[in-house]
């Protein structure tokens, strides 16, 4: 029946309504080498916690959860939610709890990331609900070479791929409907840390038969086209099959664990994909995967999570599941750079969403690795005005001046352990000798890692951001290698715009070694403005 003149007016105002009240939605964009992860129209730095698994699996709790962060200076907060607890009984849904966490988190201006704790968690399948593990005829478990079934549902299942993507769906549809206002939540983490525990890959009954099928052509394909971009890894396990365009799994890549990861690594990043898709089709976030990274004490995959998204089967998950936007590694491991650095190939933006809280790698993994979130796991722990939430109040106020330098040659960051050589980097025409000098600036919490970022901003201008670092001076100008500080502003960035608290020299700069003056950065991180020159 056609509707009457005003009805139809009205019907077509209320439907433009919601997209008039629409904030812009989150996305990546690239720039030069750097992708940034645009919030309101603007790059965003999330500077950012992971609340302990559990905490929002009711809206009672989750209330209890964020009390002391606002303390914490975060701007973005990581937030589980479970299969279990969001489809008790198959086709209810219950999203109190999320809904609760929003309103909290907009309440405190905060953003959320989702974490969709759904087929897999930390490699298992505890998320899964009551209904999915009880029915594993239905829903099958992997199981080891020797036919032991595991508390790991198959990714070889399209039965369970099925009932996680209608949950996955049925979330995003959801958050459409209640978020599409605000965009509280600006990113989706799918799954946690994936990958087969206990063998080197699946051996159900579906696994097997793929596993002696040809190899898709969808993933040959792949390693064809993109021969001489792929990854080292990739390439050497490739390679010492005999480089093959078909075959099975075994004749592609070998007999042995190679072969076997390569194929849960595709089976984990199709399954995903779709999931991916499906939810992208109701509400497009960008979404992405976290890795349970190999430990040194591994042996061989199944030790790790066999097919995840380790830094060594990312061509899988690229070719695999190109509606992931980005493989995010949780860094618990000591070489935090060279984990950066692996998940900075091939384009990957780097994101992390767990790791352990520290200052000096929240301010390097921004001002060096241009990492895009820093995020220390089960932050609900991290005591208020504690490194920190000193570090973060820092980050917030540099972040517009750090995020329009990451990906240019005018702004490195360092890490320095106390008693180790000092480091020299350079920005332009100076040199800067960074290192932990005690003595004249040694306190109490000062004794073990000084850091800092330094931006250029003019052949003479600088910004430094740190703590317990001493920096001396060099020139490379031809005829004045002598460099010292012109000025030294200490200050705060108030509502976008640099306001100076205090000019520095003498005592509040340190003696750089003759009678030049260095930069000092006390325990407590701040900023410094400051300006050089150079003499002889
Ligand atoms: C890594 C997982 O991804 C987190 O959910 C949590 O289980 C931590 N490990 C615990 O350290």
Redesign the pocket.
Known sequence: MKAPAPLAFALLFSLALPALSQAPLPHLTRRGAVTHLVVDGKPWLSLGG?LL?NAASTAGNVRGAWAGLASLNLNTVLV?VGWNWTEPEEGRFDFSAVDEALREARSRRLRVVLLWFGSW??GTSSYAPAWVKRNWRKYPIARDRNGNGREILSPLSTANRDADARAYAALLRHLREVDSATRTVILVQLE??VGLLGDSRDHCQEADAAFAAPVPTELTDYLRKNRDALLPETRKLWDAAGGKASGTWEQVFGPGPGADEAFMAWHYARYMNHLAALGKKEYPLPVFV?A?LVQPQDKQPGDYPSGGPQAHNHDFWRAGAPRVDILAP?I?LADFAGIGALYSRGGNPLFIP?TRAGAANAFYAVGQLNAQMFSP??IERQPAAGPLAKAYAVLSQLAPVILEHQGTNTMRAVVVESGAASQKIQLGDYVFDCAVRRGWNAGPSDARRGYAILIQTAPDEFWAAGATLNIRFASMRAGTPLASLASVEEGAFENGAWVVGRYLAGDDTGMGGDDRASLRLPADPRILRFSLYSYR
Do not use: A
């Open positions: 992971e698994n589980g968690k930390n946690n840390e976290n349970w949780d618990y767990e796991f089960g």
